[in-house]
């Protein structure tokens, strides 16, 4: 032992650190708890867009490193609003969103209802609609191009069937009109089982002493699901539309599985445009300005969609 050692309680240092953070105040300790994730977002998300919003205000190119970049303003940002085929991106975005959105709702919520009446082989059959939902982007969309591969695909052959096409050569992707409707199947196919869920832990939220009133008043069962089923599990159909909505508007691996996203391509998205433009084009401040735009969009639609929610949620 030492002569600085010597002398010296071990327990000190431990002790002299417990004295030191009960002296902290709460909302000092709070901080140093926190300190740490605050630091992360910062790092992961504000700074990446603080630099994106920035690029987009240049002409910067990811593949000329060495190449002055120069100052454009808003340039890029009346570029891309003047371009005819991002809008005609964001028109087939739209087209993709709305539909998906509609019958994953429908669907869903019929799903839910179905299974919110206890029957016979219930979890069987709940497990079974859930399992398209576990499966990833890239399994579901080979599965998929497989089925709608001519001579093979059940679509194949009942679309052909009703618009007298040969079976032998007709694919629905491979068809201007019907390659749309092809990715709608796919998704709806896939994320019902999402909307599902959410609506069914809705319709088991209700009390059952509310549908117990109603029956003592004499109220229809059509009269019931109008006046308590609908009201009460509107918020979480709401829910479910708002995370359908904003995975739908960036839906981009499915898409690029199914067709390619080829450009001109009736199925390009927004987000294989954006694709197309930022690694394929490299027109990096470009592409950063079609970034911040969509996000703006996204945020804005969702900051509205959220409030309308929140005054559902108050009735």
Not at 27 to 43: D, G, K, M, N, S
Not at 50 to 78: C, D, F, P
Not at 248 to 276: A, W
């Amino acid at each position: 032992m030492t002569d600085d050692t010597k002398g010296r309680n071990p327990a000190a240092a431990p002790l002299a650190l417990g004295r030191k953070v009960r002296g902290l105040s709460d909302r000092a300790l709070a901080w140093v708890f926190i300190a740490p994730t605050i630091f992360l977002l910062l790092a992961i998300n504000i700074f990446p867009l603080i630099w994106t919003v920035w690029l987009s205000l240049t002409n910067y190119r990811a593949n000329r490193l060495n190449a002055e970049v120069k100052w454009v303003g808003l340039r890029n940002y009346e570029r891309i609003l003047t371009d005819p085929d991002i809008w005609y991106s964001m028109q087939a975005t739209a087209h993709f969103l709305i539909w998906t959105l509609v019958l994953q709702v429908l669907i869903g919520f019929g799903l839910a209802y179905l299974i919110n009446r206890k029957f016979k082989g219930n979890d069987l059959w709940t497990t079974i609609i859930v399992l398209p939902m576990m499966l990833s982007p890239a399994v579901v969309g080979n599965f998929w191009t497989f089925l709608y591969q001519p001579q093979i695909g059940l679509f194949n052959y009942v679309i052909a069937f009703f618009t007298g096409a040969d079976p032998a050569s007709f694919s629905m992707i491979g068809d201007v009109n019907l390659a749309p409707w092809a990715i709608v199947i796919v998704d709806t196919w896939m994320w019902t089982p999402f909307v599902m869920l959410i609506c069914l832990a809705g319709l088991r939220s209700i009390p059952d002493s509310i549908y117990e009133a109603a029956e003592c008043d004499r109220a229809s069962a059509w009269r019931q699901f109008w006046t308590i089923t609908i009201p009460m599990a509107l918020p979480f159909l709401m829910l479910a539309v708002l995370f359908r909505g904003i995975e739908n508007f960036k839906m981009f691996d499915l898409v690029v599985q199914l067709t390619g996203g080829g450009p001109g391509s009736i199925t390009e998205l927004t987000s294989i445009n954006l694709k197309r433009e930022a690694f394929e084009k490299w027109r990096t401040g470009f592409a950063s300005a079609y970034a911040v735009i969509l996000f703006v969009t996204v945020f804005g639609l969702a900051s509205i969609y959220v409030k309308a929610l929140n005054k559902v949620k108050e009735r």
